[in-house]
């Protein structure tokens, strides 16, 4: 990807061929089987932006998540639906973003707080070295059926900051749990699956588990959690990773303090820090803390997103096994 040719660039100083990234993308091309790749120059784009169903195969290519950031604020509690938060709303197939952030910077709510920063239901997509910076459902996988690849990203949030369903592996990100409002608990994972032969799950390989600089700075004791189950089927596998101590011995917390189903997946294999230690993991049905390599495999980029099949097209290197 990185040789591929820039078809238009987005700069707010008015040195490219567009002043905002909505913009280029109204101007992208419907339908495309050829790759339309969007430079973003270093700066902050405070908009919101829609990539159309249509709009396939766009690339978006910044100059570092720390330079190129798409930024806005919206929360539920302010009357927008949850879809209507996102900073960036992708349902065209065949999405890639790297080398940029995406913000919503709403803030901590107790009530009606979701505020999401990408909305995605787009099927073969990427996130390659991006940041994606929230508080409440920071990222919304929002297509069962598609495949998605979080490669090296960092990813921070509060309350279910990755949820949603779609097959999903995030694989050598960094998750940060942040500050949240007094008395609120952290959950870095809200999956959704609904059905027993659905392909959706989450799979976080090689992952970094660690508190934010809001939350560690404060010294506060905040319980942060793996995931909870937002639906029946809920499945979430963490493996190969470093957990600190941020997350609570206990691993998962139920939903609403409603009963936990046996229906739901919740795995781990092969962590390492102090937060994988599993002896003192809840006693669930459905929590397997110690898989086997054999299981785990299910969940590689080669067989749970089919990955060989569609990453290598992509440009973008990743990891097939365990």
């Not at 910044?62 to 639906?81: E, H, K, L, N, P």
């Not at 997509?125 to 919304?140: E, I, P």
């Not at 799950?201 to 970094?208: A, I, N, P």
């Amino acid at each position: 990807m990185a040789n591929q040719t820039v078809d238009v660039v987005v700069a707010a100083d008015g040195s490219g061929n567009y002043t905002t990234v909505a913009a280029s993308i109204a101007a992208a091309p419907a339908n495309s089987d050829k790759r339309h790749v969007i430079r973003i120059k270093r700066g902050v784009y405070k908009e919101f932006v829609v990539v159309g169903q249509e709009k396939r195969n766009v690339v978006l290519v910044g100059d570092g998540m720390d330079a190129t950031v798409i930024s806005g604020s919206r929360c539920c509690a302010d009357g927008y639906d949850t879809p209507r938060t996102a900073v960036l709303s992708v349902q065209g197939n065949g999405f890639i973003a790297r080398d940029l952030c995406i913000e919503n910077t709403a803030g901590p709510r107790k009530e009606n707080g979701q505020a999401v920063a990408l909305l995605s239901q787009s099927d073969q997509s990427v996130l390659y070295k991006c940041a994606l910076r929230g508080y409440q459902d920071t990222l919304w996988c929002a297509r069962p059926s598609s495949k998605q690849l979080y490669r090296e990203c960092t990813i921070s949030g509060t309350v279910d900051f990755i949820f949603g369903d779609a097959a999903a592996v995030f694989q050598s990100c960094t998750l940060l749990a942040r500050l949240p409002i007094l008395g609120q608990e952290n959950t870095i994972t809200a999956q959704g699956r609904v059905r027993a032969g659905d392909a959706g799950g989450f799979c976080l390989q090689s992952c970094t588990v660690a508190a934010d600089e809001d939350l560690a700075a404060r010294g506060a004791v905040v319980q942060t959690y793996l995931g909870r189950p937002w639906k029946p089927f809920s499945r979430v596998v963490f493996m190969q990773g470093t957990i600190s101590d941020v997350v609570d011995p206990r691993g998962w917390l139920p939903w609403e303090r409603q009963v936990p189903p046996d229906t739901l997946y919740y795995g781990e294999y092969g962590n390492e820090g102090p937060g994988a230690a599993v002896g003192g993991r809840v006693n669930w049905r459905g929590v397997h803390s110690n898989l086997d390599a054999s299981e785990a495999c299910s969940y590689t980029v080669e067989r749970f997103i089919k990955g060989n099949d569609w990453l290598p097209s992509t440009g973008v290197e990743y990891k097939p096994g365990l």
